[in-house]
């Protein structure tokens, strides 16, 4: 049975993006999508940079907002972010699992370039790590 999972940040341009495209990558079958309780504009430009670097394109990703996924049923809506788990939209389609994998935010990182991309960089494998993770014990078992 193919999955149907949704990934709820704040601003929907960097965490839940990444996990986004990591889940697609590790099992393109899966239904994945991504939103914020309160979207950006555009992806992060740093997102998209350290993704790519790891073979993951974002470029063509843009945040979307929460609600457009209402009355979607979901098999999982996973919060990556304190805000978005505490203002969690209800959902009125039928879910299966809300759970919560929570990571810093890479754009309140300040300083140098290289200090910003390392930040970026660090979350991306955090991202990686607990979302495949998630993938193993949740979605292959």
Known sequence: M???ILIL????????QMAEGFLKSFN?????????????FQVHPKAIQVMSEVGIDLS????????????E?????????????????????????KLHI???????????EEYILAVFRKIRDEIKRDFFEFYKTEIEH
């Open 2 to 4: 193919k999955k149907k």
């Open 9 to 16: 940040c704040t601003g929907n341009s960097c965490r839940s």
């Open 28 to 40: 393109p079958e899966l239904e994945v999508f991504s939103a914020g309780t309160n979207p950006s």
């Open 60 to 71: 063509k990703n843009y945040p979307k907002h929460s609600d457009q996924f209402i009355n």
């Open 73 to 97: 049923e979901l098999d999982f809506v996973i919060t990556v972010c304190d805000n978005a788990k505490e203002t969690c939209p209800v959902f009125l389609g039928r879910i299966g699992r």
């Open 102 to 112: 929570g990571f810093e935010d890479p754009a309140d990182a300040a300083g140098t």
